[in-house]
């Protein structure tokens, strides 16, 4: 076995195919090193160029073609693009793939998550990964996976949605995500979350005095003014508004899953069902009841679709009635004694 060095990789150097190779194995070791050219053997009788040609560009090293050679055999599913380490692909993937990173962060977090403890697999075992991480996840991160890797299978394999694999990946099934319909907390429920919630008290309280969903609270620009905020939605123009301020907001502390996995430590201590950061939302709109603002200014607080022009549009219709607003909601809501800093 020819090295390049006393102790380096074999250096493999042939014709395959009518392909000329002459590329490191990816091992030193020479038992392994004949297995490599035992495969080259069959690549060359069975004349697939394209294999060879990815060696020889260096787009894959032998010693990880072999890998998937083993699984599969020269079959024509072994492309050269299904033979491709699966983590490597999908790292270099999120790196240059056109995503929000929102996105790509979820993506990463799902496709590693169904990677775990499988550092040799192959693109071309996805859909299998896919099927069986189906059984062990949650449903809502399971779908959050599959779509993952639709993605990945979409940017990365020839023929994209066309190809084998987007199809064997679409048939492992999505699973039902029960959707508990959470009604808004009562004030002292409210601010006993927030107790419980710790240094994280804060946003739940910021959540609940304002309505602002997940990705208005963690992704988009929102001001403080002395008597009002201006909150940006992400839906629709609807949900850009004005709100009264009763509190003085505080600005996301932790990572949106953090404060989830807070959510559910606190909800497990206090024995509530459904808690999540939309019940904080819901919570809001309980305030507003309570406070027994008038339905259309209700719809303008929450973001709700109006009749005519919306948005930060409304203030003429708000704005004679913020400071009312804002000290009978202020009476409904109390204050959070451990956030005496927010009192506005």
Known sequence: MYRSNARGSGILERIVAGVSIRRASGTSDPDLFEKIQGMLDEIHDAGREDLARMIADGHIKAVVLLNSFRRQGLSLKLSPERALP???????WLEKAELAPKTAEDYGYALHAVLKGRPTATVAELPAMLARYRERAKPRMFNLTRSAAQAFIRDNVSEGRYSELWAQVSRVRTRAVKRKKTSGLPPDVARAVAEQLGRYGAMWWTLCCTGMGN?????TPWEVEADRILIHGTKRDDRDRIIPRIVTPVRPLCHMRTFEAALTQAAVALKLEGLTIYTGRRTWAHFLELAKIPPSRQDAYMGHSAK???????????????????????????????LKVMAG
């Open 308 to 338: 005519g022009v919306g948005g930060l549009y409304r203030q003429h219709e708000v704005e004679p009635y913020l400071a009312g607003d804002r000290e009978a909601l202020r009476a409904v809501a109390g204050e959070f004694s451990a």
């Open 215 to 219: 990705k208005e609270y963690w992704e």
């Open 86 to 92: 699966l983590k490597a692909a999908v790292e270099a």
